[in-house]
């Protein structure tokens, strides 16, 4: 048997069995269905395990993107590395390790897809991003790319855009060298209403959003992560339109009980609190808003359906996942808790109420 670890020099591959009915991972996917009043629809492609072939253990998944042929690309922030599985599930190639050398990570926050296929791979500790060339050898690093600190990145048109808050703007565009070409969007003002830190910290965490490159319409559009709100830019910077969603609990920040630090707290009505998870592109001309709503009982994953041209919310839809992606009537996504692991359902049966 060969080894395929992390410190070994050998490119691995072998298909990642689908999750048999009746297994561990089956029993949680009913289990968060049932919790989250969802039908119990069963993924057709599931990868994660406590134990086992080392490329279905992961860590901690930060991000998830899928190309179009439905190849899915993981990033798991704790083995500092990317997966790459195939559409049916075969491994097919992983790529980095904890450092500072050449194609080496340092707690890497967020991937993306270029035009080219390249897979990108943000890097803020190291200041750069890095770039990963899909090949029948697996992912060969093709070059690490300087880059400000930034929180975010999606790549479209041969530039690359990254959420890095600054006093005049929001999202910062590099060319594909790394080169800062155009910064824009205004930072939202901190939130009012609530036992608050200082305006710079609170206007940072505000701030926090994804980022979703879309070329079809040449816009970028911002999930904020802790407040209720979706704005939608050109790819230029114009604003198009935003949107506050309704029924959105949020965390508030409060003193820590020495009054030495600041905490985060539940929505003291509802003993709740929402977070933005991710935002891909949609079946037809919709947008697919994942939110996570926390409670100290646990907690539930929905979606939220926007219209693209406008932000009207079309329809909400409790799902057993964070959706990172809607590729060929299929969605593509991701959980941490109890198993990190990769999930892929029939988008049409998922929704099905």
Known sequence: MRVCGRFSNHTCTGKVDLIPRGSLLSIVALALAAASGISAQQPDLAIGALTGPEPQVFGHIRDVVV?????????????????????????????GTNGSGPGEFRSPQGLGIDGSGDVLVLDPLNARISRYRPGDTGLAHVVDVPSPPALDLCAMDGRIFLLRMRQDSVVTVLDGGGRVIAAWGSLLEPLPGHDLPPDEIRREQDNRARLLCDPATSTVTLLHERIPVVRRFSSAGVPIWEV???????????????????????????????????????EGETLIVSLYEGSADGGRFEVRVLARDNGEELRRIPVPMVIDSFVGGNVVGHVNSPIARLLRFDWEALSRR
């Open 67 to 95: 190309n179009a042929a439905g190849d899915v690309f993981v990033l798991d922030n704790q083995a500092s590395e990317v997966r790459w599985f195939d559409s049916n599930g075969t491994f097919r190639g992983r790529a």
């Open 244 to 282: 506050e969603l309704a029924d959105y609990h949020q965390a508030l920040d409060v003193r820590t009980p020495d009054e030495s630090d600041w905490t985060l707290a539940p929505d003291p009505e509802t003993g709740t609190a929402h977070s933005g998870r991710s935002i891909s592109v949609g």
